[in-house]
């Protein structure tokens, strides 16, 4: 297992903004009162880029983000377990390009849900218990991955509704899974983190057969030869508690606990030695009073900027391209004080939404 290097100082961000960035609350929508726990803007479809969706109880919401602050309710979900909660969102595609949600929470089904149709296109079973976190591959955007609280990945196809592979086993993840990335470019390579308070980095490479023969597939689902993937390439321990939240930073990991700050760090694997490697952490993004477990972090689309929630309502805005790190925004509101599950960037990091346990959406604006 990678351990943190010895000699390397990271540059910690100084929470006084030094580039302020100013932003304004344009407008807030309260969806009722069950907790929001993600929001997320569709990158994947260039014609879609101002629209957003969100996921709380059993129900989830599209909107669009209009001119001058305006949200516009697109269409509702409303799932018939009515105990279903929604934890998490991932926008994806067809492959003919019509644009799909896929939402899980805790009874672990996860719903692809044709935002044209408003209908249910494909339900994926398997997991042996919630889901907590759902991603797209944007280079394969047919293709999405979910992390389980039965401490497994697993990898699908929501063209042909196939279970393509699962991340576990023997080099596993040992307790609840609780988010999980594409790389942006190395198609093979994906980062799952958790409760295990590991991050690990796996392969799919030996496995990339199965990927294609699941665009192909035309028997039932539950006959394809699912395979296990059972051990990473790599696990670090960069943080000492649960990590809920990791993304990639080009070929660097973006990843944060629950003691108030994110973590930008490189994996250095060794090729003969799998699993085994340093982790030289570079940069750290303070965030004050994010102590609490189930916070994620947003970026723009691309990467520039990274914005992040925390358990009174306030907003950390940095930059991602700078080193020492450089704080552009800290965000609050009087009548936010509710904890931000999520944030979520639009594509140019001029929009900046927030989804709050107490069931409020915030809309901040960059002023021009």
């Known amino acids: 297992m990678a351990r943190v290097g010895l000699g390397c100082e990271a540059a910690i961000g100084s929470l006084v903004p ?54 516009a309710v697109l269409q509702a979900y409303v799932d018939d377990d009515k105990d279903e909660s929604f934890y998490t969102l991932s926008w994806a595609c067809d492959i003919d390009g019509t644009p799909f949600l896929v939402a899980g929470g805790s009874n672990g089904i996860i719903r692809v849900i ?25 280079l394969k955007p047919a293709l999405v991955m979910s992390a389980s609280k039965d401490e497994s990945v697993r990898l699908w196809n929501v063209h042909t509704g196939i279970c393509i592979l699962i991340f576990a086993g023997a080099g596993g993840h040992r307790n609840e899974v609780l988010s999980v990335d594409f790389h942006p470019s190395d198609i093979y390579r994906i980062a799952s983190c958790g409760m295990d308070n590991t991050v690990k980095i796996w392969s799919m490479k030996e496995f990339w057969q199965y990927v294609e023969r699941s665009f192909t597939w035309t028997d039932l689902p539950s006959k394809f030869p699912t395979k296990y993937v059972q051990f990473p ?104 004080k509710s904890p931000i599950r999520q944030t979520a960037m639009s594509f140019d990091g001029s929009t900046i939404l927030s989804c709050c346990e107490d069931g409020s959406i915030w809309r901040w604006d960059a002023v021009q």
């Open 233 to 336: 390439v790599f696990i670090a321990s960069v943080h000492s508690n649960y990590v809920d939240c990791n993304r990639w930073l080009g070929d660097f990991i973006l990843s944060k606990s629950v003691d108030n700050e994110i973590v930008l760090w490189e994996p250095k694997t060794k090729e003969q030695n799998p699993g085994e490697g340093a982790v030289d952490i570079l940069q750290k993004y303070p965030v004050p009073e994010c102590d609490i477990w189930f916070i994620k972090f947003s970026c723009d689309f691309h990467y520039n900027a990274t914005a992040i929630g925390n358990r009174e309502g306030k907003i950390f805005v940095w930059e991602l391209q700078s080193s020492p790190p450089v704080l552009t925004a800290r965000l609050s509101h009087a009548q936010c």
């Open 114 to 138: 044709n935002a044209g149709t408003e209908r249910i296109h494909k339900s994926f079973v398997g997991h042996g218990d919630s889901v907590n976190e759902i991603r797209t591959q944007s």
């Open 18 to 71: 030094s580039k302020n960035r100013e932003y304004r609350v344009s407008n807030r929508l309260h969806e009722g009162k069950r907790p929001l726990y993600a929001i997320a803007f569709n990158f994947i479809d260039s014609r879609y880029y101002d629209v957003f969706a969100t996921v709380g109880g059993n129900r989830v919401t599209v909107y669009r983000c209009l001119e001058g602050g305006l949200i």
